[in-house]
C-alpha cells in the first residue's frame, strides 16, 4: 500500500476505507507530516478518531456494459437446442408416420423399393434420433467431467477433438502450445481415475481387449450417425424426385402416395436439420473457434477449454432436457458455484479455478465476489476446502485460499468470512511450515524456517500458503471484533509472530526471494493492526504480544539488520510504537537490549530521502510513546549523552513534531534526578524554535510547542522567559494576546485532532502568573482572560483528560484534573487583579 501524507494508517495499509455501517468508527488515526514549522503530524495516538462516521465505498470499479462473454455459448446452446429439438420432433412424427400409416396400412402394397427405403430410413433415424435425444444422455453430459467419459454419445468433430485431448494431454498440449493447458487436463483426469473409470478406457465387453474400447466404439457410431442422416437424404431425395414411381393408385391404394410423399418429406426436412446442427456446430467451434474467443474475453487463461466445455454441455443439457431456454439461465459464477459443492474433487478444481479467476479479474471481481459473498453455502465450502491437507488437493486448497482472501477484501464480506464456525481455525491451517514446535529456550524458527535463504520445494509449497493465510488475517483484521477472534484462536497469534522473524542473512541479502520477504511483511502488517486495536481488546492483544517472547526480539532483528527493507524497518516501528501505549509493552521494549538505541540511531542519523525521513518519524513516535509517563523509558532514551542536542536540532526539519513530543515526554516524567542533566545538556536551548512556533505554528505543531514551553519553563525563571522571548523577536503582550486568541479560537469544545490544546494554554497561563514579573496578570485581564476561562470552564469535557486516544477510548489519564487545572488559573487571575486594584 502507498503511503499517502495526511491519511489514516489504518485505512492506508488495509487498502479499505469504508467502515463497518452502523457502528463506530475506532481505527487509530495517524497524521504524518514535517517538522515544527509545517502543519502536518506524525502521531496516531495524541487524538482521538471522531466517533460515529461510517465509509461507504465502492466494493470494486463499475462493471462494463459488455455482456458477459458466456452469454454467447449459452445462446449457442440455445441454437442448437432448437434445431436438435426440431430434428426430433419430426424424426419421432416420421417414424410414428411411417410405423402407423406406412408399415401398418400399406405395408402389402407398397412396392419393394419404398419398403426398404422406409425400412432402412426408419430404422436409421429412428435409432438416431432416440439415442440422441435421450434426457439421460445429456444429463450424463452435465455430470461427466471429463469428456472423454461422453465419447460413446459424441456427435461432432469438435467433440471428438476434445475426447481426444482429454484422453491425451501430451497430443492436446502440442497442439495448443500451452503445457500448463495439459498439464490442467492430466490433474482432471487423475482426480477422474482416482476411485472410478475413465470412461473412455472401459471395455464394454468381456475378453474383448481394445476392441470394445468405449472411445472406440464412440468414434464408429459416431460415424454411423453421420452416415444414417446421409442416408436418409439420399435416399429420400431420390423416392421424391421419382415420385411416380410410387405403384398403382386405384382403390384402397389410393392415399399411398400421399403418404409416402410426407414420410419422405418429413425424414428428408428431418435430416437436413441434423445436417445443418452439424454443420453450425462445426462452424462456430471449429472456423470461429468460439470457445477461445469465450475463453479469451473470460480471461481463464490456459485452464478455462476445459471449465468452458464443461460449461458448454451443462447449458446444452439444459435446453434440450427441459426447455430451451432453461440454458440461458446459466452463468459461470453459478456454474462453478454449483462445482465446489460437488463432492468430486475434480469438478471442485473446475469450479474453484474459475471463481480464483473470475475474483482476480478487475472487470469481474465485483459482481463475482459479490455473488459469492451472498451465498453462504459457497463461503462455508471455500472455507472448509482451507483445511483440506491431502497432496491431491493441493490446488483446490490454493485456489479456494486465493478466493477467500479476495472475499475478505471487500468491508461486506468480511463478516460473512469470519462468521462460518471454525473460520479463523481453517485460515490458520494455512501457516503451517512443516517444522517442528519450537523447543523450549530457543527461537521457534531457529533450526527450520519458511523465510531462510536457502529452501527445498516443500518450503516454497508451504509459503505460498503461507502468504495467503496471512493475507486473509490481514483483511479479516480490519474488523475490530476479528481482532478477538483471532487473539483468542489457540495458539494463532503465537504463529503470527514467528513470521515476524527473519534472519540477518535474509534482510542483508539483496537477491532474496520477495515471497520470503513478503511473508515477514504480511506478518508485520498483521501484528500492527492487532496491537492497534481498540478497547478492551486492543488492550489484551498488546498484552498477548508484549508477553511472547519472541515478538520484540524479532522487531528489533528487523530494526537492526534490516537497512535494505526500509519498509519493514517501518513496520516495525509501528508495531513498537503500538506495544508502548501498554505498559507491559514499555517494559518490554525498555529490557530488550539495545533497541532504544536502535529507535534513537534511526531517529537522529536520518538522511534527507522520503522513505528515510518517514522511518525517522515513525521512530520517533515511537521514542515519544516509551517516554510517556514512563520513567524507566526516559531513563533509558536518556542513556545517549548528546540525546538532548540531537533532540534540539530535529525540530528544525520534519522530524520536529516528534522531537517537540520526545522533549516534552522527558522534561515531564523523567523525574527529578534526571532534571539538572536536561538542564545540563541545554534543554532550554529549544526555546526560541518552539516560542516561533507558538506564533506561526497550527494544529498538531503549534499544540506541542505550547506543552513544550510549559516544560522547559520549570527550568527557567520569568526573566529568562522574557530574555528568550526578546531573543526570538517577539514581544510580552503579543504572546500573550497569542495565548487569548486560541483559547477564543477554541472556545466551544475542544478540537477532536488537538484535544489538549486549551489544557497547554491554561498550564502556560498558570505558569505565566506564577512567574511574579513582567506585569502577565494585568496583560491578561486586558485581553479578557477572565471571560475566556469561564468559558473554558464552562465546556471542558472528558476528550481533554488523556494523553492519547486508541480510536474514542482514551488510554493513560492526565495526573491532574483539567477542570482543577481551569479554576485554579481563575483563582490566580482573580486574585492578582484584586493586588493590582489595591496598589492603585
Same mark, same amino acid.
Given at each position: 500500500?502507498?503511503?499517502?501524507?495526511?491519511?489514516?494508517?489504518?485505512?492506508?495499509?488495509?487498502?479499505?476505507?469504508?467502515?463497518?455501517?452502523?457502528?463506530?468508527?475506532?481505527?487509530?488515526?495517524?497524521?504524518?507530516?514535517?517538522?515544527?514549522?509545517?502543519? *502536518?503530524?506524525?502521531?496516531?495516538?495524541?487524538?482521538?478518531?471522531?466517533?460515529?462516521?461510517?465509509?461507504?465505498?465502492?466494493?470494486?470499479?463499475?462493471?462494463?456494459?459488455?455482456?458477459?462473454?458466456?452469454?454467447?455459448?449459452?445462446?449457442?446452446?440455445?441454437?442448437?437446442?432448437?434445431?436438435?429439438?426440431?430434428?426430433?420432433?419430426?424424426?419421432?412424427?416420421?417414424?410414428?408416420?411411417?410405423?402407423?400409416?406406412?408399415?401398418?396400412?400399406?405395408?402389402?402394397?407398397?412396392?419393394?423399393?419404398?419398403?426398404?427405403?422406409?425400412?432402412?430410413?426408419?430404422?436409421?433415424?429412428?435409432?438416431?434420433?432416440?439415442?440422441?435425444?435421450?434426457?439421460? #444422455?445429456?444429463? +450424463?453430459?452435465?455430470?461427466?467431467?471429463?469428456?472423454?467419459?461422453?465419447?460413446?454419445?459424441?456427435?461432432?468433430?469438435?467433440?471428438?477433438?476434445?475426447?481426444?485431448?482429454?484422453?491425451?494431454?501430451?497430443?492436446?498440449?502440442?497442439?495448443?502450445?500451452?503445457?500448463?493447458?495439459?498439464?490442467?487436463?492430466?490433474?482432471?483426469?487423475?482426480?477422474?481415475?482416482?476411485?472410478?473409470?475413465?470412461?473412455?478406457?472401459?471395455?464394454?465387453?468381456?475378453?474383448?481387449?481394445?476392441?470394445?474400447?468405449?472411445?472406440?466404439?464412440?468414434?464408429?457410431?459416431?460415424?454411423?450417425?453421420?452416415?444414417?442422416?446421409?442416408?436418409?437424404?439420399?435416399?429420400?431425395?431420390?423416392?421424391?424426385?421419382?415420385?411416380?414411381?410410387?405403384?398403382?393408385?386405384?382403390?384402397?391404394?389410393?392415399?399411398?402416395?400421399?403418404?409416402?410423399?410426407?414420410?419422405?418429406?418429413?425424414?428428408?426436412?428431418?435430416?437436413?436439420?441434423?445436417?445443418?446442427?452439424?454443420?453450425?456446430?462445426?462452424?462456430?467451434? =471449429?472456423?470461429?473457434?468460439?470457445?477461445?474467443?469465450?475463453?479469451?474475453?473470460?480471461?481463464?487463461?490456459?485452464?478455462?477449454?476445459?471449465?468452458?466445455?464443461?460449461?458448454?454441455?451443462?447449458?446444452?443439457?439444459?435446453?434440450?432436457?427441459?426447455?430451451? %431456454?432453461? *440454458?440461458?439461465?446459466?452463468?459461470?459464477?453459478?456454474?462453478?458455484?454449483?462445482?465446489?459443492?460437488?463432492?468430486?474433487?475434480?469438478? +471442485?478444481?473446475?469450479?474453484?479455478?474459475?471463481?480464483?479467476?473470475?475474483?482476480?479479474?478487475?472487470? =469481474?471481481?465485483?459482481?463475482?465476489?459479490?455473488?459469492? *459473498?451472498?451465498? +453462504?453455502?459457497?463461503?462455508?465450502?471455500?472455507?472448509?476446502?482451507?483445511?483440506?491437507?491431502?497432496?491431491?488437493?493441493?490446488?483446490?486448497?490454493?485456489?479456494?485460499?486465493?478466493?477467500?482472501?479476495?472475499?475478505?477484501?471487500?468491508?461486506?464480506?468480511?463478516?460473512?468470512?469470519?462468521?462460518?464456525?471454525? &473460520?479463523?481455525?481453517?485460515?490458520?491451517?494455512?501457516?503451517?511450515?512443516?517444522?517442528?514446535?519450537?523447543?523450549?529456550?530457543?527461537?521457534?524458527?531457529?533450526?527450520?524456517?519458511?523465510?531462510?535463504?536457502?529452501?527445498?520445494?516443500?518450503?516454497?509449497?508451504?509459503?505460498?500458503?503461507?502468504?495467503?493465510?496471512?493475507?486473509?488475517?490481514?483483511?479479516?483484521?480490519?474488523?475490530?471484533?476479528?481482532?478477538?477472534?483471532?487473539?483468542?484462536?489457540?495458539?494463532?497469534?503465537?504463529?503470527?509472530?514467528?513470521?515476524?522473524?527473519? %534472519?540477518? !542473512?535474509?534482510?542483508?541479502?539483496?537477491?532474496?526471494?520477495?515471497?520470503?520477504?513478503?511473508?515477514?511483511?504480511?506478518?508485520?502488517?498483521?501484528?500492527?493492526?492487532?496491537?492497534?486495536?481498540?478497547?478492551?481488546?486492543?488492550? !489484551?492483544?498488546?498484552?498477548?504480544?508484549?508477553?511472547?517472547? %519472541?515478538?520484540?526480539?524479532?522487531?528489533?532483528?528487523?530494526?537492526?539488520?534490516?537497512?535494505?527493507?526500509?519498509?519493514?524497518?517501518?513496520?516495525?516501528?509501528?508495531?513498537?510504537?503500538?506495544?508502548?501505549?501498554?505498559?507491559?509493552?514499555?517494559?518490554?521494549?525498555?529490557?530488550?537490549?539495545?533497541?532504544?538505541?536502535?529507535?534513537?540511531?534511526?531517529?537522529?542519523?536520518?538522511?534527507?530521502?522520503?522513505?528515510?525521513?518517514?522511518?525517522?518519524?515513525?521512530?520517533?513516535?515511537?521514542?515519544?510513546?516509551?517516554?510517556?509517563?514512563?520513567?524507566?523509558?526516559?531513563?533509558?532514551?536518556?542513556?545517549?549523552?548528546?540525546?538532548?542536542?540531537?533532540?534540539?536540532?530535529?525540530?528544525?526539519?520534519?522530524?520536529?513534531?516528534?522531537?517537540?513530543?520526545?522533549?516534552?515526554?522527558?522534561?515531564?516524567?523523567?523525574?527529578?534526578?534526571?532534571?539538572?542533566?536536561?538542564? &545540563?545538556?541545554?534543554?532550554?536551548?529549544?526555546?526560541?524554535?518552539?516560542?516561533?512556533?507558538?506564533?506561526?505554528?497550527?494544529?498538531?505543531?503549534?499544540?506541542?510547542?505550547?506543552?513544550?514551553?510549559?516544560?522547559?519553563?520549570?527550568?527557567?525563571?520569568?526573566?529568562?522567559?522574557?530574555? !528568550?522571548?526578546?531573543?526570538? @523577536?517577539?514581544?510580552?503582550?503579543?504572546?500573550?494576546?497569542?495565548?487569548? @486568541?486560541?483559547?477564543?479560537?477554541?472556545?466551544?469544545?475542544? #478540537?477532536?485532532?488537538?484535544?489538549?490544546?486549551?489544557?497547554?494554554?491554561?498550564?502556560?497561563?498558570?505558569?505565566?502568573?506564577?512567574?511574579?514579573?513582567?506585569?502577565?496578570?494585568?496583560?491578561?485581564?486586558?485581553?479578557?482572560?477572565?471571560?475566556?476561562?469561564?468559558?473554558?470552564?464552562?465546556?471542558?469535557?472528558?476528550?481533554?483528560?488523556?494523553?492519547?486516544?486508541?480510536?474514542?477510548?482514551?488510554? *493513560?489519564?492526565?495526573?491532574?484534573?483539567?477542570?482543577?487545572?481551569?479554576?485554579?488559573?481563575?483563582?490566580?487571575?482573580?486574585?492578582?487583579?484584586?493586588? &493590582?486594584?489595591?496598589?492603585?
Amino acid at each position: 500500500m502507498k503511503h499517502k501524507k495526511g491519511c489514516d494508517v489504518r485505512r492506508e495499509r488495509n487498502g479499505d476505507a469504508s467502515q463497518k455501517g452502523g457502528r463506530d468508527s475506532l481505527d487509530i488515526m495517524e497524521h504524518r507530516g514535517g517538522g515544527l514549522g509545517t502543519s *502536518g503530524g506524525s502521531t496516531s495516538f495524541f487524538e482521538p478518531t471522531p466517533g460515529s462516521r461510517s465509509y461507504h465505498g465502492s466494493s470494486g470499479t463499475p462493471g462494463s456494459e459488455r455482456d458477459p462473454p458466456e452469454k454467447r455459448l449459452t445462446l449457442f446452446a440455445l441454437r442448437l437446442a432448437v434445431l436438435e429439438k426440431a430434428a426430433s420432433g419430426l424424426g419421432k412424427l416420421a417414424f410414428a408416420w411411417a410405423t402407423v400409416v406406412l408399415l401398418g396400412g400399406f405395408a402389402s402394397s407398397l412396392r419393394i423399393r419404398d419398403f426398404w427405403c422406409v425400412t432402412v430410413i426408419l430404422v436409421g433415424e429412428g435409432a438416431r434420433v432416440f439415442s440422441r435425444s435421450h434426457e439421460l #444422455e445429456w444429463q +450424463q453430459h452435465s455430470t461427466s467431467t471429463s469428456t472423454a467419459g461422453d465419447a460413446l454419445r459424441s456427435r461432432s468433430r469438435f467433440f471428438r477433438h476434445i475426447v481426444h485431448a482429454i484422453r491425451d494431454p501430451a497430443v492436446a498440449a502440442a497442439g495448443c502450445g500451452d503445457g500448463r493447458a495439459a498439464q490442467f487436463q492430466r490433474q482432471v483426469v487423475a482426480f477422474v481415475k482416482q476411485r472410478t473409470w475413465h470412461a473412455p478406457e472401459v471395455s464394454l465387453l468381456p475378453y474383448t481387449g481394445w476392441v470394445f474400447v468405449s472411445r472406440k466404439i464412440g468414434r464408429l457410431l459416431n460415424r454411423l450417425q453421420l452416415l444414417s442422416a446421409l442416408a436418409c437424404v439420399a435416399l429420400s431425395l431420390m423416392r421424391l424426385w421419382l415420385n411416380h414411381d410410387f405403384g398403382d393408385e386405384s382403390g384402397d391404394k389410393r392415399n399411398m402416395r400421399p403418404a409416402l410423399l410426407l414420410f419422405y418429406t418429413l425424414a428428408l426436412v428431418e435430416a437436413t436439420l441434423y445436417l445443418l446442427e452439424k454443420a453450425y456446430w462445426s462452424w462456430k467451434m =471449429s472456423a470461429r473457434n468460439l470457445l477461445r474467443q469465450v475463453n479469451d474475453d473470460c480471461g481463464l487463461g490456459e485452464y478455462g477449454h476445459v471449465s468452458l466445455t464443461r460449461f458448454f454441455y451443462d447449458a446444452y443439457s439444459r435446453c434440450i432436457s427441459g426447455s430451451i %431456454f432453461d *440454458g440461458i439461465k446459466m452463468d459461470l459464477v453459478t456454474f462453478a458455484e454449483d462445482l465446489i459443492l460437488s463432492d468430486f474433487l475434480d469438478e +471442485q478444481l473446475i469450479g474453484v479455478r474459475i471463481l480464483q479467476r473470475f475474483a482476480a479479474s478487475e472487470r =469481474s471481481a465485483r459482481d463475482t465476489l459479490r455473488k459469492v *459473498g451472498t451465498s +453462504q453455502r459457497s463461503v462455508e465450502r471455500l472455507v472448509e476446502m482451507l483445511n483440506w491437507k491431502r497432496p491431491d488437493e493441493r490446488h483446490v486448497r490454493q485456489c479456494a485460499a486465493d478466493v477467500v482472501s479476495r472475499l475478505a477484501s471487500k468491508r461486506q464480506n468480511v463478516l460473512r468470512v469470519s462468521g462460518i464456525p471454525g &473460520a479463523i481455525e481453517s485460515v490458520t491451517s494455512l501457516l503451517y511450515t512443516g517444522r517442528a514446535p519450537p523447543v523450549s529456550g530457543t527461537h521457534p524458527q531457529s533450526s527450520s524456517s519458511p523465510v531462510i535463504v536457502t529452501r527445498n520445494n516443500d518450503d516454497d509449497d508451504y509459503l505460498q500458503f503461507n502468504l495467503l493465510g496471512l493475507q486473509i488475517l490481514k483483511r479479516l483484521a480490519r474488523d475490530h471484533d476479528n481482532c478477538g477472534k483471532i487473539g483468542n484462536a489457540r495458539g494463532l497469534l503465537a504463529k503470527i509472530i514467528d513470521f515476524t522473524y527473519a %534472519f540477518p !542473512e535474509l534482510l542483508g541479502n539483496p537477491y532474496a526471494s520477495e515471497l520470503q520477504v513478503r511473508a515477514v511483511k504480511r506478518a508485520l502488517k498483521v501484528v500492527e493492526m492487532l496491537v492497534y486495536a481498540t478497547g478492551e481488546t486492543g488492550k !489484551e492483544l498488546r498484552r498477548q504480544v508484549a508477553e511472547n517472547v %519472541f515478538s520484540v526480539s524479532n522487531l528489533r532483528g528487523i530494526l537492526k539488520h534490516g537497512h535494505q527493507h526500509r519498509e519493514l524497518q517501518k513496520l516495525a516501528t509501528d508495531v513498537l510504537t503500538g506495544l508502548a501505549m501498554d505498559d507491559k509493552g514499555t517494559e518490554a521494549i525498555v529490557a530488550t537490549g539495545g533497541l532504544v538505541k536502535l529507535l534513537l540511531e534511526i531517529f537522529v542519523s536520518v538522511s534527507a530521502e522520503e522513505l528515510d525521513l518517514e522511518l525517522g518519524c515513525e521512530a520517533g513516535h515511537a521514542l515519544a510513546m516509551l517516554a510517556l509517563e514512563s520513567r524507566r523509558g526516559c531513563a533509558a532514551i536518556l542513556k545517549r549523552p548528546d540525546v538532548i542536542h540531537r533532540l534540539v536540532e530535529a525540530l528544525h526539519d520534519k522530524r520536529g513534531l516528534n522531537a517537540a513530543r520526545v522533549l516534552r515526554n522527558l522534561c515531564a516524567y523523567s523525574g527529578s534526578e534526571h532534571g539538572d542533566r536536561l538542564r &545540563a545538556a541545554g534543554i532550554t536551548k529549544a526555546l526560541p524554535t518552539v516560542l516561533n512556533a507558538t506564533m506561526t505554528g497550527k494544529d498538531k505543531v503549534l499544540e506541542v510547542s505550547i506543552g513544550l514551553t510549559t516544560e522547559i519553563c520549570r527550568f527557567i525563571d520569568g526573566d529568562q522567559f522574557a530574555a !528568550e522571548l526578546r531573543a526570538a @523577536g517577539i514581544e510580552e503582550r503579543n504572546y500573550v494576546e497569542r495565548l487569548a @486568541g486560541l483559547l477564543n479560537q477554541y472556545r466551544s469544545a475542544p #478540537e477532536i485532532t488537538i484535544p489538549r490544546m486549551r489544557r497547554f494554554v491554561v498550564q502556560q497561563l498558570v505558569w505565566l502568573m506564577t512567574t511574579g514579573s513582567g506585569g502577565y496578570v494585568e496583560m491578561l485581564r486586558e485581553v479578557g482572560m477572565q471571560q475566556l476561562l469561564e468559558n473554558v470552564a464552562d465546556t471542558t469535557s472528558e476528550l481533554e483528560c488523556y494523553h492519547v486516544f486508541s480510536g474514542s477510548v482514551g488510554i *493513560g489519564k492526565h495526573r491532574e484534573d483539567f477542570a482543577e487545572i481551569v479554576e485554579s488559573a481563575m483563582d490566580m487571575l482573580a486574585a492578582g487583579s484584586g493586588r &493590582a486594584a489595591a496598589q492603585e
